[in-house]
Structures are given as structure tokens and as C-alpha cells.
């Protein structure tokens, strides 16, 4: 017997259904047998599926060790077993595991440790989810999820509002980056990542939490790889991403050339290699594919939750507005003749406007007998519709090029224009939602704790303040936006959307004139949200990681269950918790 650590993660939970449960682990070996032992004595065991990760890497840029020098395809291979006839509300422990020879014929037998699954819950359930974004390896993660799991116990679930690492199909961030903090690591409770405040450092562990409980993720910006190249790095690659409409066209020009053969595969390869794609983050999860786009938005039911899942996200691009800057508003001067280098300023992913396919299944959703019935209707996406944060300008909607010619017609200049009008999640998706009567929007990408709640009574939750923020844009602070008639509209400070941030109604933290801030934007205290179907409620946690012996304080509490009034909700809070410090 050899350690767990020749996995390269643990086993984690997927896709429950009412009998079903999805097993996941990897390792760096393909191996001669995997499967997953279950059941009160491990009794009875399940054959699981390998696959290989077509398209994980690492390069100079990796932060592992032996390091490499160009861009190289790293081996990484994926077990999945079905687990079935389970019954719901049992929990049953499991143990995976590996087989591989080793030296000729000798064998090695790798177990994992034993963890616990079941089924999908059943409706009338008591669940405490947790509310996670925008993890990237950043710094406070580890510390992040091991404080969830100090306050919060065992969870039943994690909806993950998007970006999960930096670059998606760079290896070492979901497995061993050699900081510690990977994603796997992090929330399995096998991080080992060293936090250094006011000259002390901590060693945080993270949480293990996704052996136990199903993750659902969605896609954010960090989930999406640009133009794939063998030689450019990840982060040029992650950052070149192209409109799939200009890649159509690319295509035409050169078919005759690249497929005289009229092969609809290769010519599908071909465009998705030339603009983005999310194959690493569909490899790596198993999710419902019960919409047009597959893995890449889906609706599931989770006790009495009814989950919508969109892929609302756009590529991120610097506001700078130099000569040398591919960005939001403006293309590079040396790029301006030349289309094939065009960044097409800050374009979208997949389109979520009345006219586009995921806005027509997201119709159909909102009418299913599954969404009217559930006690709570809640839909995850990455992208804000309402913050604080600087990433919610310019206006969520297709870049409006303004362009410029000198006298012999080549083109002097190349802005964009985002009109606040045609923003799609504002003029196109809130309303949906609303009138069909969800309750709860959760999303992230800002990296800070703010929320908002409608006139119709829909509450708007962005807590995504796990690993370091960019920052609030709130009185007097305010957010870059290039001068010229072009942007007037753009917000400078405050949500441009109009809703008012709630301050924290329990323990807000307080600004230097002593009054109650309705967020929380720091590098130093990091942020959770529980979601307890119990109670109806959704509750915002705290943690100063300067001082690691603080206690976590519970900041905020709203009721998401018409019926629920504020006086229950504060009686809900114990006295330790409502007479903490808000520093």
C-alpha cells in the first residue's frame, strides 16, 4: 500500500440524482483498474470510466516543480464512477480506488481515504449550500474554506459563481501549483498554503468539503480559453480570445486550403481552436446537459432548490487606453489594418439577449412543472447585474466599433461603444427572471461582498470577496472610465443600474468616519455565504485573516422565503454573534 498522495486529488461528488451519484478523482496515470468501493463495510464496488484531459498544460509561466520551458501537454487522467440504487437521505461512506503496475509486473494499489455521498436530497430537506466565486488561487482561499468548514460544519453542497482558476487549461491551478493553493487542494482540505499577516504566517489547509457535498459550478471569464497554439503560453493563449463570427469568416476564406474535403469536424475544430472554447472545465465536471449548451448552462433540482445555471460572462479587457492596449474600448494601434489581431473590445462569450438560443431555453425553464414547484428558484451566473465592483462597466452588451480613416483609407483610430440601453442583463434577463418569480440571483467576478433587492422583491447577492477585491466604487471612489462622448452613460461610483447597495443589517464593517459600509472590498478579510433552506435564509460570514485567532462574525442575514420578517430572522442570531466587534 503506497500514500493517497499518488492521487492527485481525492474523489469528489457530482451530479446526484434521486438514485445516482457521479464519483470523480484523477491522477497522473492511466492505470490498470479504478473503481469505488461503497456501502456501510465497503461491500459493494463500481467499475469507474478513465479518460484523458485533452487539452491541460503548463509552461514557463507554471508555478511547479520540475518547471518546463515551452508550452507542453501534461498527462492527466479523469475516473468517473456512477454510484446507484441509492436511497435518498442515507449517506454512505466510499473509498476510491487506483491500480497501476509499477516495475514490470509488479502492482500498485493507491486507496483514497473514506468520505461519505448520497443521493440528491429530498424536497423538505434541510440543506446549508455554500456561496463561492472567484477563488484564482488567490491568497485568503485556503483560509476562506477552512474557516467555512470551522463555522459551518459539514455542508450538503457549493454553487460556484464562476472562475475557478486563472487559466483553465493550465494543469498545476486545479491540482499542485506549488504555492499550495490550487483549486482541488482548497476544497478538499489538502492545501498547504502559507499566509503572512503583520510578520506572522499561517499555514491554512482549506476545507474538505467537495468529498462530501456535489460542487455545481458555472462558467466565469477564467473558464474560457482564447486561440489555441502549441507554442504561444497560457496566458497569451488565455487571453486571445476571438468572436466566433470572425473565426466563421477566417474559416471561409481558407477552406479550400485547411479541409478540401468538406469535413464538418475539422471545420468545427478548426473555428473553436481560432476563437474559445470551455473544454477543460466540461472535461473536468459532470453536469446536467439538459440544455442547447450542454455543460455550458443547465437547470437541476437540489432538494427544494431549483438551480438555473447560465453562462453569462464576457472576456476581460483593460480599460487603459494607450497606443499599446488591446482593451475595451479600443484597438492596439499597430493591430488597427490588420482584423486577425483585433481583440473585438470586450465581447460575450454566449449571447443572452430575447433573440439568442440560451434566452429561448431559459424561457422554456422558467414555464417547466420542475421551476413553478420548487420552494426556492435561484439562478447563478458570473457576470453582475447589479455592484459596486469595477467590472460591471461598461454595460453588459456587444462592443459598438467606432472607427476612423485617414486620407488614403487605412484606419487611423478603432473605439468602442457600449450603449447602457442594450445592456442584455439588465434590459433582457432581470425582467424574465423577475416576472417568472426567482427569488434569488447569485454571481460574482468583482471580487467583494455587496447586495441588492428589487422593487419586485428579487434579492441580488455577489460574494465573491474569497481571495482579494478590486475594489468598491462607492462615494467619493471612483472607477476608471475613458473621457469622450463614446462612454458619458458609463457609471462612475455606485451600481449604474440603479439599485441601492443594502448595508449589512447584523455587523456591518464601519469607514473611518465611523459609518456602516453596505460592503465589504478588502485583501485582508475574507468572505463566505450559506444559503439554509431550512430557515430560508442566506447568511454572510467574516474572517480577518490578519489576526488568524479571531472569530468568524456573521455580518449579514436576509430571508430569501416570502413570510419571513426581519424581527425573525435578527432572533435567529445568538448574543456572542450580535455583540462582535465591526471592526
Not at 217 to 223: L, M, R, T
Amino acid at each position: 500500500m503506497i500514500s493517497n498522495s499518488s492521487l492527485l486529488t481525492d474523489p469528489f461528488l457530482q451530479f446526484p440524482t434521486e438514485t445516482t451519484v457521479q464519483v470523480v478523482w484523477f491522477t497522473e496515470f492511466k492505470g490498470d483498474k479504478h473503481q469505488v468501493v461503497y456501502g456501510n463495510n465497503l461491500d459493494y464496488s463500481v467499475d469507474a470510466v478513465t479518460t484523458q484531459l485533452s487539452r491541460v498544460r503548463e509552461d514557463s509561466q507554471s508555478n511547479i516543480t520540475p518547471t518546463y520551458l515551452k508550452t507542453t501537454k501534461r498527462e492527466i487522467w479523469r475516473h468517473e464512477a456512477q454510484i446507484t440504487g441509492l436511497t435518498q437521505g442515507e449517506r454512505y461512506p466510499y473509498q476510491v480506488i487506483s491500480i497501476k503496475d509499477e516495475n514490470g509486473n509488479k502492482q500498485a494499489t493507491i486507496k483514497s481515504d473514506i468520505f461519505t455521498l448520497s443521493a440528491a436530497p429530498k424536497a423538505d430537506t434541510s440543506l446549508k449550500i455554500l456561496l463561492t466565486s472567484d477563488h484564482q488561487l488567490k491568497p485568503l482561499v485556503a483560509a476562506n474554506l477552512q474557516k467555512v468548514v470551522e463555522t459551518v460544519g459539514r455542508i450538503d453542497g457549493i454553487f460556484f459563481a464562476g472562475d475557478l482558476v486563472n487559466i483553465p487549461d493550465r494543469a498545476s491551478e486545479w491540482f499542485d501549483d506549488n504555492k499550495g493553493g490550487a483549486f482541488f487542494p482548497c476544497l478538499q482540505g489538502r492545501a498547504n498554503y502559507a499566509l503572512t499577516k503583520n510578520n506572522l504566517t499561517t499555514i491554512y489547509h482549506g476545507g474538505e468539503l467537495i468529498q462530501h457535498a456535489p460542487l455545481f459550478p458555472a462558467i466565469g471569464n477564467h473558464e474560457v480559453m482564447g486561440r489555441f497554439s502549441t507554442e504561444k503560453t497560457l496566458n497569451e493563449q488565455f487571453e486571445d480570445a476571438f468572436p466566433r463570427l470572425q473565426a466563421e469568416k477566417f474559416y471561409l476564406e481558407t477552406a479550400s486550403k485547411i479541409n478540401p474535403n468538406d469535413d464538418l469536424n475539422l471545420k468545427n475544430k478548426w473555428i473553436k481552436d481560432y476563437s474559445f472554447n470551455t473544454d477543460t472545465y466540461e472535461e473536468i465536471f459532470s453536469l446536467p446537459q439538459n440544455s442547447p449548451g450542454g455543460k455550458q448552462y443547465y437547470a437541476v433540482t437540489f432538494g427544494d432548490i431549483r438551480l438555473i445555471v447560465l453562462y453569462v460572462t464576457n472576456i476581460w479587457r483593460s480599460p487603459r487606453v494607450s497606443p499599446d492596449e488591446k482593451g475595451k474600448y479600443q484597438e492596439r494601434k499597430e493591430d488597427l489594418n490588420n482584423p486577425q489581431n483585433w481583440g473585438y473590445g470586450q465581447l460575450i462569450f454566449e449571447p443572452i439577449n430575447q433573440e439568442s438560443i440560451q434566452y429561448q431555453w431559459l424561457t422554456e425553464e422558467l414555464e417547466s412543472e420542475e421551476f413553478k414547484k420548487a420552494k426556492y428558484k435561484i439562478v447563478m451566473f458570473h457576470h453582475p447585474p447589479h455592484s459596486l465592483g469595477a467590472n460591471i462597466v461598461p454595460p453588459y452588451t456587444d462592443p459598438v466599433p467606432k472607427i476612423d480613416f485617414d486620407s488614403e483609407g487605412k484606419i487611423r483610430s478603432m473605439n468602442y461603444n457600449y450603449p447602457q440601453e442594450q445592456d442584455y442583463i439588465i434590459r433582457d434577463l432581470i425582467p424574465l427572471l423577475e416576472s417568472a418569480g426567482v427569488q434569488f440571483v447569485f454571481y460574482g467576478h468583482s471580487h467583494l461582498w455587496n447586495r441588492f433587492v428589487s422593487p419586485k422583491g428579487t434579492h441580488f447577492l455577489e460574494s465573491s470577496n474569497v481571495g482579494n477585491s478590486y475594489g468598491a466604487f462607492f462615494g467619493n471612489k471612483k472607477r476608471f472610465i475613458p473621457e469622450g462622448e463614446l462612454h458619458l452613460n458609463y457609471g462612475v461610483t455606485g451600481n449604474p443600474n440603479g439599485l441601492e447597495p443594502i448595508v449589512p443589517n447584523l455587523a456591518p464593517l464601519l469607514d473611518e468616519n465611523n459609518q456602516p459600509l453596505p460592503y465589504v472590498a478588502s485583501n485582508d478579510i475574507t468572505v463566505f455565504s450559506i444559503l439554509d433552506t431550512g430557515l430560508g435564509t442566506v447568511s454572510s460570514y467574516r474572517f480577518d485573516s490578519q489576526n488568524p485567532q479571531s472569530p468568524v462574525i456573521k455580518f449579514d442575514e436576509f430571508a430569501i422565503e416570502e413570510g419571513l420578517t426581519s424581527s425573525s430572522i435578527n432572533s435567529l442570531d445568538s448574543p456572542m454573534e450580535k455583540s462582535q466587534s465591526s471592526n
